[in-house]
């Protein structure tokens, strides 16, 4: 069994980055995230049009998290409490000790090495707190930015098409 109890909300500390809950005040930020085109570029979900969806995304995730199906985090930058980007675990199997892994980075924070910073601690903590022995990422093949991002955290390509979507790659990590 893995070790779900995300109640007392895990908040995680790097040199540079506050990686605490989200919360409604970060509504503008996850607008921004969810509604702008190059983010989304490749990535397969519902743009966001106002910001009460962004207000309603914010409200749906916090339900996810206290019924223990995913932890998604804000991550900020030192004192500033401001959203700079998320980072997510989802998909928890107990049969395959495992979880899914999902990031984003508003544009002005990307290239500064944020993301692996924040993506160490989070699979820090997955494997030795929550004791998931492997983390998947699925993405689009075309993802440059994504797949470097995975080649320099270690993760593997899974060799096999995806026969749902062949637009989508596969990587995983082992404890
Ligand atoms: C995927 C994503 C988060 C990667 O962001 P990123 O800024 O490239 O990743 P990092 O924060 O780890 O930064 C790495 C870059 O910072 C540079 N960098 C600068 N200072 C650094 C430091 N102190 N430490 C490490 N890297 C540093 C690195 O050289 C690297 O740049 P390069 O790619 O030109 O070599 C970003 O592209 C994104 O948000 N994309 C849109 C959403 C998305 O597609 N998410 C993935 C879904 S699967």
């Known amino acids: 069994m893995l070790n779900k109890n995300f109640n007392t909300f895990p908040i995680l500390k790097t040199e540079r980055l506050i990686i ?9 930020e ?5 509604s702008d085109d190059e983010i989304n570029k490749y990535l397969d979900r519902p ?4 910001l009460e969806e962004a207000r309603n995304f914010i409200i749906k995730i916090n339900e996810y998290v206290l019924n223990n199906d995913a932890l998604y985090w804000a991550l900020t ?7 700079v980007g998320t980072i997510c675990l989802y998909g928890f199997s107990d ?22 910073e924040a993506a160490k601690e989070v699979i820090y903590y997955a494997f030795n707190t929550i004791k998931v022995q492997k ?5 689009h093949k075309d993802n440059q930015c994504s797949i470097q991002l995975l080649d320099k955290l270690s993760f593997k390509k899974i060799e096999k098409a995806d ?6 790659v596969s990587y995983y990590l082992k404890r």
Do not use: V
């Open 135 to 139: 983390i998947e990422a699925s993405l």
């Open 77 to 83: 930058l030192g004192d500033d409490n401001t959203l």
């Open 20 to 28: 605490r809950q989200l919360e409604i005040g970060d509504e503008q």
């Open 95 to 116: 049969e395959n000790l495992s979880c899914e892994i999902g990031y984003e980075l508003l544009t002005n924070f990307q290239g500064q090495g944020i993301m692996q």
């Open 47 to 50: 743009i966001s049009h106002t």
């Open 163 to 168: 026969d749902t979507n062949p637009q989508l």
């Open 30 to 34: 996850i607008f921004t995230l969810r």
